[in-house]
């Protein structure tokens, strides 16, 4: 079990000591950054003076439907200063892992997608050839034929040999007949994330594992999943960035997906915020399955 | 650990044994009666052979599009004589479970469907109120001012006390979204069925199961199934029919429903026929976890 972690908020010298330690620090960003539309006062400040001090600072998400640029756009409407490079989605992880880890060879290469623009965006960002996404000609009900066209192959491209699924605010009936039968004739499965909740409007909505979920069910294989906690995810991270793990600091607000994210990564250090959905009671419990290094109430405390 | 089933092809006193030891006979459709399109030879005439017996034949399918009538239509079409009587779906079996077992007080007792118009059939003729569904108003795109307003329950009708989900083949994010707000609300959760998978065309396609994954996955509740091989839909049958239960035998080609079914209802018998998805090779395991009490290669070797 591991220790309780320790308490950062109004020690000064121990967040000296804490920024001393690490050269990287990744961030989650919905609930640590902001939360909603309402930026965190002291956020940029916090960001500037952890740039100042040399550290690398680095945007990790699961949100699939953005690329980086669109994922720059909403850092900038935010407030917060960044440049694409620092920004990791899971569609550009998904990307990444596609392009440089699996590296399937042509022409049985090709990525059928479910799911909204970004991942398209970075999937061409890396010359992968895909179907699906947005195709437009997808975006309808299913018909008689189609049945027949899909169970005997001449609706499929031959060539599709990954299946992806991201959130896919355009999901439909045809679309998870497609995926399941390129899965069923040997795709590779991957995932841009599983969450199965996505937070807006203070509620919860369908996330991305919503999508993919279908398709585990119909086909009893489990994807790779490309976000936060997935270590492919930090494989990918680490395969662009070519940091020290030792040297890394994980930041979120999420005990089950960020910190564990850091935690099974072997990064030098996790930290937790409150300003999120976790609570120091979660990680108090003496049965609680991850705890993080170190916490403070809230991302500015670091400001010291 | 069961005895093995008892093949009763060819042994004609073992037949008439055991024709004569039920007063019901329930049976499954798709590969026993007829598989896809194709009337198996003989379905016909054994199903005559028995009701000249006496007996009463049920039809009992897990197909939640069609309501009876339709299925009627299905039955008819394919050659087999029956009524309307005779047909239990589980569109029905959810619309009785509703009326007779739930019993939910008004006003907080309006179903909010996810699902095709058999459903609604089943449930206007128990008088159950009911919205989604059919309705074309919610076979479009989600908005950003749909988030706020399914967020704030401004989209919602507060009467709303059960979520009912079935097939649907005009699945979309809206209904998802709609589905999960009034669970979380406190809606109780039914399911027609939970097969993930629809045979079609000698392939695969999502079934009632995969429509409502994703509100399992993001709920983390369990519904109440009324397909097989739920007992929820065998107590609507009893409800309904007022049989002796081991006067009953289950005819079916799946193990893991039917039979299943059938053995978990305390049914005098079960019987498998080897024209579907059943293997004998399935039951022939030492570790085969459900055994039917007889077996037939096909169904009319009842005809002996």
Not at 37 to 46: A, C, I, K, R
Not at 125 to 142: A, H, N, Q, V, Y
Not at 183 to 200: E, I, Q
Request: net charge negative; charged share 25%; glycine share 10%.
């Amino acid at each position: 079990m591991a220790p309780l972690p320790k308490r950062l908020t109004g020690e000064l010298a121990a967040i000296d000591e804490f920024i001393d330690r690490f050269d990287v620090f990744l961030f989650d960003c919905d609930g640590v950054l902001w939360s909603g539309d309402h930026l965190f006062p002291g956020t940029v400040e916090t960001l500037e003076l952890l740039r100042s001090r040399g550290k690398k600072t680095i945007f990790v998400t699961n949100n699939s439907t953005k690329s980086r640029s669109d994922y720059l756009k909403k850092l900038s409407s935010m407030g917060v200063p960044s440049s694409v490079d620092e920004i990791f989605a899971s569609a550009y992880s998904s990307a990444i892992y596609i392009s440089r880890i699996m590296k399937l060879p042509a022409p049985k290469n090709k990525v059928f997608v479910i799911g909204e623009a970004g991942i398209e965006t970075e999937l061409r960002s890396e010359g992968i050839e895909f179907l699906g996404g947005t195709d437009p000609s997808l975006r309808r009900d299913i018909t008689p034929e189609d049945y027949t066209n899909i169970a005997n192959g001449s609706m499929l491209d031959e060539n599709v040999g990954i299946v992806l699924a991201g959130l896919d605010f355009h999901i439909n009936y045809l679309k998870l007949s497609l995926g399941y039968q390129y899965l069923a004739r040997g795709a590779k499965f991957l995932a841009t994330n599983l969450d199965s909740t996505l937070p807006s409007a203070h509620s919860f909505f369908p996330g991305a594992g919503s999508i993919s979920i279908p398709l585990i069910s119909m086909t009893g294989q489990q994807p790779i999943a490309l976000g936060k906690p997935s270590q492919a995810m930090m494989d990918s991270i680490e395969g662009k960035f070519q940091f020290d793990r030792k040297k890394a600091c994980m930041i979120g607000d999420r005990l089950d997906t960020d910190i564990k994210f850091g935690l099974e990564g072997k990064l030098g250090g996790t930290l937790a915020v409150l300003t999120g959905v976790c609570k120091a009671e979660h990680w108090e419990a003496d049965d609680a399955p991850v705890r993080p290094h170190y916490y403070v109430d809230k991302l500015s405390d670091l400001r010291g």
